[in-house]
């Protein structure tokens, strides 16, 4: 696609007004004027006439000129359009979208919404035919799922380096290169799947369906709390990632550095008691369970010993009775009691079979084995309470320890609290430090909810593990539902090659951003530092330290130019596949222009003019619109050799009476020549 000419009439601040592009060699065009003259507008008047989209922090539904709408009498219509010229494939295109309000009164701005519309003419040639789906037509040329890529406010572009950025760059990556045709059949075979699933629910019996009903919700159920999760999760990173920022602008404040240092070490030291206050309480829990039924038994234990100790004593069991004192009695013939033993008599048998091994060792030392073995019992329990004391003196001790550290913390953060010197940026350390609390209260919200989601994650899978089991256990009853079942298989598996085949082709690019990243970041940046777009898209900063690169905290300045790096890699990989004989699958590129409001605006004037040199070979077309400081001096002189077309914005903020806001757009030839 290439830019050929815009025409905005009555659209915001501009009456008529016309910009001609460059392309080829001398493919840049640069717009500049002062802030608030309407580089912004021209802009959106591509996003309005491609897309029906704007993006105005002001008044967004107000197209129609004040001066035009001014001029009109009540009942006069007044047309704010934007026409656009351009080429695609070798074919002219002539795109015009309107929309037409009615005034309503004198002093009426806005007007009503009478009318409006786009039409797309087309042709080879002398003459343009009208196309019959215009908005379907401009969407074909230029997806609007790539305008956030082509058309883009410089000033913002930097959130691709962002702390986040991974949704946003994978996205970039498959919209360019058409990759969502994978990602679309992948989850249309997730479709397909799903109604296999329910014709093997419908083959089957009643209760195997229940069952498959029940694991589906439960499923969907999990999926919906783990995305809770990650969302969660990515919250908290971004949170965090302002604490750090916080943090960083605190301890940059002299004053409040040694504070704010003190109170990390205490934040350690107070971790570590945390650990081991659990630690304590795992031995504790440890220690109880594995003695719980001894605790229990402990005084039954000690009665039973007092009481077979005292039945001993009494001599109702054996107390030291041995075979010599048996003897005695037997050649006595008379028992202890003063009954006669006569002998062959069954009273004089029983005593003599107690002699030996058979009772009386027997009765005699398993009663003293029971006694020793509960008296042992109850000893062991002795230690039990010991080493259950003693773990709660230690825990005690270290509760105590991190009381003392809390207050050291609370009274630190008085101190920050109190201090009102001004950081770099504006804020004092009593403003970042209340910023700061609020933001660890955040943290430990989103932790909470975090942790409430694992375990209702965890239940969850233990009911679809039950469910599974059950699930298991019926068999399928027929034919058809065993047919089903291997079309759903065959759809998984087609599903899981085309999610491979997706997997391979996104990597494959990501790593052909990463060399023209590599190009284009080492020839602007500073401090020997190098961008790249990791395995889970993020895209990094790192610096080489010894033999290893380490990622680095990213100044606004180096994510706006690891960002341009990035999206001009983009572009350059379609135009490369553009103009390359290969035929590729999925994707055979395109060229692209690339439209870019204040791209120097956070950068120094040396990156301003790297970033200027590098802008450039970033597309075959290129429109940059900055503001009159933005563009003098060094990106002036970088750029001025590769210029097609230059204008300038003269505006006229309408403060005479009589006179409203208004932009004209003059060539800087016209310019010089006093017009």
């Not at 940059?624 to 990106?635: I, K, L, N, R, Y």
């Amino acid at each position: 696609m290439i830019l050929e000419q815009i025409t905005l009439g009555n659209f915001r601040q501009f009456r008529k007004e016309t910009i001609s592009f460059a392309d080829g060699d001398n493919g840049v065009t640069v717009v500049h004027g002062a802030n608030g003259s309407g580089k912004t507008t021209i802009l959106n008047a591509f996003t309005w006439l491609f897309y029906n989209e704007v993006d105005f922090n002001t008044r967004p539904d107000r197209l129609a000129s004040e001066g035009a709408m001014a001029a009109a009498d009540p009942g006069d219509r007044v047309e704010a359009a934007v026409e656009v010229e351009f080429s695609h494939d070798g074919v002219e295109y002539f795109a015009h979208r309107y929309r037409v309000y009615e005034k309503q009164e004198a002093g009426d701005f806005d007007g009503i919404r009478v009318d409006q519309g786009v039409e797309v003419r087309r042709g080879e040639g002398s003459g343009l035919d009208a196309v019959g789906n215009p908005e379907e037509t401009l969407d074909k040329v230029l997806p609007e799922r790539l305008s956030e890529l082509f058309f883009f406010d410089g000033e913002d572009i930097d959130e691709l380096a962002g702390i986040d950025n991974q949704e946003q760059i994978q996205e970039a990556i498959q919209n360019l290169m058409g990759l969502t045709i994978l990602e679309r059949a992948v989850s249309h075979l997730d479709t397909v799947a799903g109604r296999f699933r329910k014709k093997v629910n419908e083959h089957a019996d009643d209760e195997r369906s229940e069952i498959k009903t029940k694991i589906e919700n439960v499923k969907n159920n999990r999926d919906s709390k783990q995305d809770e999760k990650n969302k969660a999760k990515q919250a908290k990173q971004q949170v965090q990632s302002e604490i750090t920022e916080i943090e960083g602008k605190i301890q940059g404040v002299k004053d409040a550095e040694r504070l704010h240092n003190n109170r990390k070490r205490k934040e350690k030291e107070r971790e570590s008691e945390l650990n081991n206050i659990e630690s304590v309480n795992d031995s504790l829990r440890s220690t109880v369970n594995s003695h719980a039924a001894a605790s229990l038994a402990v005084p039954l234990v000690r009665a039973t010993a007092k009481d077979l100790d005292e039945m001993r004593k009494q001599g109702k069991i054996p107390s030291g009775v041995s075979d010599e004192y048996i003897d005695s009695l037997l050649d006595g013939q008379t028992c202890i009691c003063g009954r006669e033993l006569e002998p062959g008599t069954r009273h004089y048998n029983h005593l003599q079979s107690l002699k030996g091994d058979t009772v009386v060792d027997g009765v005699e030392q398993t009663a003293l084995q029971i006694v020793g073995h509960l008296r042992q019992f109850a000893t062991s329990d002795d230690e039990f309470e010991t080493r259950v004391s003693t773990l709660y003196d230690d825990r005690e001790d270290h509760e105590n320890k991190l009381n003392t550290l809390d207050q050291n913390i609370a009274e630190i953060e008085r101190e920050l609290s109190d201090i009102e010197k001004e950081g770099p940026e504006g804020n004092s350390v009593s403003e970042l430090e209340n910023m700061l609390q609020k933001k660890r209260s955040e943290i430990e919200s989103i932790s909470q909810r975090i942790g409430k989601i694992i375990k209702e994650i965890k239940l969850l899978k233990e009911k679809e593990k039950d469910l599974t089991r059950e699930k298991e256990k019926i068999k399928i009853k027929n034919e058809k539902a065993r047919v089903r079942k291997a079309q759903k298989q065959a759809a998984q598996e087609v599903k899981q090659e085309l999610q491979t085949t997706f997997n391979h082709l996104q990597d494959k690019v990501r790593q052909m951003c990463n060399n023209i990243i590599g190009e284009t970041f080492n020839d602007v940046a500073s401090k020997s530092l190098a961008a790249e777009v990791d395995e889970s898209f993020k895209l990094r900063i790192k610096q080489q330290v010894g033999d290893q690169q380490v990622e680095v905290d990213k100044s606004t300045g180096e994510r706006q130019i690891a960002s341009l790096a990035f999206v001009g890699s983009l572009v350059q990989i379609a135009r490369r596949r553009y103009e390359s004989d290969s035929q590729t699958q999925y994707f055979s590129g395109g060229i692209y222009p690339l439209v870019m409001d204040s791209p120097f605006g956070a950068l120094d004037k040396s990156h301003r003019r790297e970033v200027s040199r590098v802008i450039p070979e970033m597309g075959n077309q290129v429109v940059v619109f900055a503001t009159d400081s933005q563009w003098e001096g060094p990106v002036e002189e970088e750029m001025s050799e590769h210029i097609g077309q230059q204008y300038w914005l003269n505006f006229d903020s309408g403060e005479k009476e009589g006179s409203y806001p208004q932009t004209r757009i003059k060539n800087d030839r016209m310019r010089a020549g006093g017009d």
